[in-house]
């Protein structure tokens, strides 16, 4: 059995780097997660085609959020990555969501050597106000369809913001 969460540590935080996993490709309708006993992915169901994944969606091993699973990436890049791959990522901010009344942060990054862009992506302002506007849409309504007012987003905080976050949540890991 492979467990990420025991292969991999979550990052180097001083250097504001993670490592995550891709649970969900950008543009995918399917949500696949991660079954950390069994060391799979599974398909938990097909969502409406309205609703495709706006960015490439993992987690961090070795981590744990308030919602008791892995803390939530949301994974830049210029194509949609295979489900299954762990890249070392750089860490630009965190989208601060509620979920059914509990935290579900989620990390925005890009991987951390992305020579296609010269690596130009440092920050959230530099993916632009519009990126923000569709991913804050995408997570205030993805759930209306079966349980319309579920969602809340609560903002952007910056790369510290992140850190102090993954650090909450690595601490929760290891109280587990």
Not at 14 to 42: A, C, Q
Not at 48 to 72: M, R
Not at 87 to 97: C, D, E, K, S, Y
């Amino acid at each position: 059995m492979t467990d990420y969460n025991t292969l991999y540590i979550p990052g180097d935080l001083e250097k504001k780097t993670i490592n995550t996993v891709v649970e969900v490709s950008e543009g995918s309708i399917l949500k696949v997660e991660y079954n950390r006993e069994k060391g799979t992915f599974e398909l938990d169901r097909i969502e409406p085609s309205i609703f495709a994944k706006p960015a490439n969606y993992g987690f961090i091993p070795g981590t744990l959020d308030d919602d008791g699973d892995e803390l939530d990436t949301l994974i830049v890049s210029p194509v949609p990555m295979p489900v299954g791959i762990v890249l070392q990522a750089h860490i630009l901010g965190v989208l601060n969501f509620e979920d059914d009344g509990e935290q579900d942060h989620k990390i925005i990054c890009v991987p951390a050597d992305d020579r296609d862009s010269d690596n130009r992506i440092k920050s959230l302002e530099d993916l632009g106000e519009r990126w923000k506007q569709k991913i804050e849409y995408h997570f205030r309504t993805y759930k209306d369809l079966k349980k319309p007012g579920t969602t809340k987003v609560l903002g952007y905080g910056n790369a510290d913001d992140a850190v102090r976050v993954i650090e909450e949540c690595i601490e929760r890991f290891a109280k587990r």
